[in-house]
């Protein structure tokens, strides 16, 4: 069975530096997507960034970007001069392409943005 | 940008009681999902449905659970007899593009 991990319950930055968000993933596929989320405190899901695995170049969204390392099924977001409008809970994804095509997420980080 | 509307937004009902949360998919859509976030946990994967039947479900997903899409728009979840830990925010997604989630709804059961 496919499975996320994130190791980091909780996570803080000082405004405008910079913090990365670990996250792992087991799984025997080799053609799959991995998602970051944002989850504000209105609970609402916000796609951050998405990651195709056949793709080598990590995917970049503004002040977010990913490090994907396919061998060692390690996927991070790493978030640039933090705002604080950036602090939420943030779940890492994954999916399989094919079949039912859910996703899996992991049990989240909590980032406190400090001023 | 078409959007995935669910209600009502929060819910509170009795234990034991049924209820039925409703969601709007993207019209051109074929796969729809829900999921369910028990406050301070991982969002879980519920159910998915395709062609009008369940493609795949989870081992939360029992036999007081069910869905349909009785009038090709509205998508339902509903759960029979509602218990305390069905408390939850349940989440509509419509196909796989997670862009496509749902406000979701609260569901509280006291």
């Known amino acids: 069975a496919q499975t996320v991990t994130q190791s980091q319950p909780e996570m803080s930055v000082q405004e405008a530096e910079t913090v990365t968000l670990s996250c792992t993933y087991d799984t025997s596929e080799s053609d799959y997507y991995l998602f970051w989320y944002k989850q504000p405190p209105s609970r609402q899901m916000i796609l951050v960034i998405r990651q195709e695995a056949y793709k080598q170049q990590n995917a970049t969204e503004n002040r977010f970007s990913v490090n994907f390392q396919k061998a060692a099924k390690s996927f991070s977001l790493k978030i640039s001069d933090s705002q604080l409008g950036d602090a939420a809970m943030y779940f890492c994804a994954y999916r399989v392409r094919g079949g039912s095509e859910k996703l899996v997420f992991g049990k989240g980080t909590k980032l406190t943005v400090n001023p | 940008e078409p959007e995935v509307t669910q209600t009502p937004s929060h819910q509170v009902t009795q234990m034991g009681q049924e209820v039925i949360l409703r969601c709007v998919p993207i019209s051109n859509h074929l796969y729809f999902y829900w999921y369910r976030q028990i406050l301070g946990q991982k969002v879980e994967f519920l159910v998915s449905?395709?062609?009008?039947?369940?493609?795949?479900k989870s081992e939360i997903f029992d036999d007081q659970f069910s869905v349909e899409r009785p009038d090709g728009s509205n998508f339902t979840l509903k759960i029979r007899s509602t218990k305390l830990e069905d408390s939850a925010m349940y989440f509509c997604?419509?196909?796989?593009?997670?862009?496509?989630f749902g406000s979701g709804t609260r569901l509280t059961v006291v």
């Open positions: 449905f395709y062609n009008n039947e369940i493609s795949e």
């Open positions: 997604a419509s196909r796989a593009d997670p862009r496509h």
